[in-house]
């Protein structure tokens, strides 16, 4: 499954959570935000994966993330994972992260950020992992095998500043896989100055 998430733009609660001390309201930012990760993942199915297999998308790779506009900044998570029937079902899965238990510890990691520069933006990054690790511990109580797990996080005027950005052979956190991404933009801006021109 990939998970892709922006920061700012996915998550505009995000600020509101870090102004208020309403601990229920914080808690319910968190629950939206999580079914918010949780609803964003694309989730491909790769029947009878063997050692040393090499796994492609279609002929030119696999989109795991397309939009309009040229995102400024975003986070994405890669996750190898053998799933059952509940855990693919979005609704199903949402019900088994939102735990009290699991809430409670991802309002305390999330609110651990309100000092930092950018909370909202680490706080993106950080729910998303806090995500991924109680599905990927929901997976080892089922006793489904973690394969391979890939995080990272991008800024356009550092990794994209041309809207392009190719890697191959890239390993992940387990050793187990290695990932190949490219990354490519344009802004259109015959389109741009043309919307423009329409609201004046």
């Known amino acids: 499954m990939s998970f892709i998430n922006q920061s700012n733009e996915s998550f505009p609660n ?6 208020t001390n309403d601990e229920a309201r914080k808690k319910e930012i968190i629950k939206d935000s999580v079914s918010k990760v949780i609803e964003s993942r694309i989730l491909m199915t790769i029947d009878k994966v063997k050692d040393k297999s090499i796994i492609t998308f279609g002929d030119t790779g696999y989109i795991v993330y397309k939009d309009e506009k040229i995102p400024k900044d975003f986070s994405w998570q890669i996750v190898a994972v053998e ?3 509940k855990t693919r079902d979005n609704a ?10 699991n809430v409670d510890t991802i309002t305390k990691g999330i609110q651990a950020l309100a000092k930092a520069s950018n909370p909202v933006s680490g706080a993106v990054v950080e729910l998303s992992k806090l995500v991924v690790g109680v599905i990927l511990d929901i997976a080892k109580n089922k006793k489904d095998d973690q394969i ?14 041309n809207g392009i950005r190719d890697r191959q052979d890239i ?9 190949d991404y490219s990354i490519f933009g344009y802004q259109d801006y015959a389109v741009e100055a043309v919307e423009n021109l329409k609201s004046l």
């Open 83 to 85: 799933l059952d029937k």
């Open 92 to 101: 199903s899965l949402i019900k088994s992260v939102l735990t009290d238990s």
């Open 148 to 161: 391979g797990y890939y995080l990272t996080s991008f800024i356009e005027k550092l990794d994209y500043p």
């Open 171 to 179: 390993p992940d956190l387990t050793g187990n896989m290695f990932v």
């Open 14 to 19: 995000l600020n509101e959570f870090f102004e």
